[in-house]
Structures are given as C-alpha cells and as structure tokens.
C-alpha cells in the first residue's frame, strides 16, 4: 500500500514569512515528486516536479527531496494572502503512466 | 496557454442512474487520468490512458468504464449510481509515457447523486 503523509494544518504563517510544508511517502521505489495548490471546490494546480535529490527553486517556491529519508518539502518565501489553500504532495512511482498517489494535504494559511 | 476541457461542469443524477463525463487534453497530450475526490478527501486515482489503450488501474468501480478515442479525448461511463459516488471528477492530462511526465487537471465534473 502506498501512503504519503503529510501534516493536515492548519499551518498559519505571518504575511511575508515562510512556510514549510512537508510530506513523507513510503514507497522507496517512487522517482516523480509533485506539489499540487488546490483552492477550495476548484482543481489541483501544479506547483513544482522534483525527481532528483536536493532543491529545486522556481520563483518564491523551493522543492527539497531527500530520498533516503523519503522526505519531500515545499517552501514558500514571501508568502502572501492568496498562497491560502490546501497544498498535495503527490508521488508517482513509475512505470509509464500511473496514477499519482496524493497525501490528504495541508492547509496554510496566510495571516495578514 | 490551453488547459484541459471537462464537460458538463456540473450534473445531477438519481440512484441507479447512468452518467457520462467527457474529458478533452491539453493539444498534444497522449495521456488522460481520471480521479474522483470526495468532500474534505484528497484526489482518489481511478484508471489512464496512453495512445488509447488503458495504462494504469487504481480504485475504479467495476460500475465504473473508461476509454481513450483517436482524438485523444476520453469518456467515463458510470453506472447504476449510488449515493456515495457524489463527488469532484477530475481529469489530467500529460505528453507521454514516463512517470516524470506533470499531470495538469482540468476543471472538473462536480456528481450530484440523489
């Protein structure tokens, strides 16, 4: 059974800070890392991929993977009002076209 | 940028009803996955798609029937409703067949069964 965990918040942050969510899966075996933003009632939005160990910066986000710990993290600089939502970390663990495995995610929110 | 077509956005069946969802890919998108999330739930993988035949198999109700057509667009087809079908449909698409490809979701179809 693959499971991925992460903490389900709420996380509130201060406007401007950083926020570090963190997600933890169990299938050693997964190679495709994704952070999914999903406002209430609408779709997941990709974020960020990351399929090799260390950080992966695009913007005001940062991925980090640490396979051998089985850790994946997204940080978010600056953050501001409208990154309020629920954030998925989703995994794949290969083989062509798979389904993702998504945790229950983690709600943030951006205090004013 | 184009983005991934469901359609109908909304609909509302009875018990023992039938429904069909309709997805339409991003241009030049080969790959198509359905996922049902249900209220307060995260995204639940049900079956893909490449190059039209069937990829992959998650949770998906034998109730439950998909396919891929020659224009890349893909159908599920669900049958004899039940209450706790209600939720979000989402279909993805993405370029390929690797598991480093991003899937981008479309809208989604929200199921109302009564």
């Known amino acids: 059974q693959k499971e991925v965990e992460q903490n389900s918040g709420p996380l509130s942050v201060p406007e401007g800070a950083i926020a570090s969510l963190n997600c933890t899966y169990s299938?050693?075996?997964?190679?495709?890392f994704f952070w999914y933003r999903q406002y209430s009632g609408k779709s997941p939005e990709l974020i960020m991929s990351i399929y090799s160990n260390g950080d992966k910066e695009d913007g005001r986000f940062t991925a980090q993977l640490n396979k051998a710990s089985q850790y994946v993290s997204l940080l978010i600089r600056d953050s501001q009002p409208s990154d309020s939502a629920t954030y998925l970390c989703?995994?794949?663990?290969?083989?062509?076209?798979?389904?993702?495995?998504f945790g229950k995610g983690t709600h943030l929110i951006i205090q004013p | 940028a184009a983005g991934v077509i469901q359609s109908p956005r909304h609909l509302i069946k009875e018990k023992r009803e039938t429904a069909t969802l309709k997805c339409y890919p991003i241009p030049r998108h080969d790959t198509v996955y359905w996922y049902q999330q249900g209220p307060g739930q995260d995204p639940q993988f049900l079956i893909s798609?490449?190059?039209?035949?069937?990829?992959d198999k998650g949770s998906i109700p034998d109730r439950f029937s998909a396919q891929q057509f020659s224009d890349y667009h893909s159908e599920l087809n669900m049958s004899s409703l039940e209450l706790g079908d209600s939720a979000l449909y989402f279909c993805a698409s993405s370029l390929g067949f690797s598991s480093y490809n991003e899937q981008f979701f479309g809208p989604g179809t929200r199921l109302t069964v009564l």
């Open positions: 989703a995994v794949d663990s290969g083989g062509g076209a798979d389904g993702l495995t």
């Open positions: 798609f490449y190059e039209k035949m069937q990829s």
């Open positions: 299938d050693r075996g997964s190679q495709s």
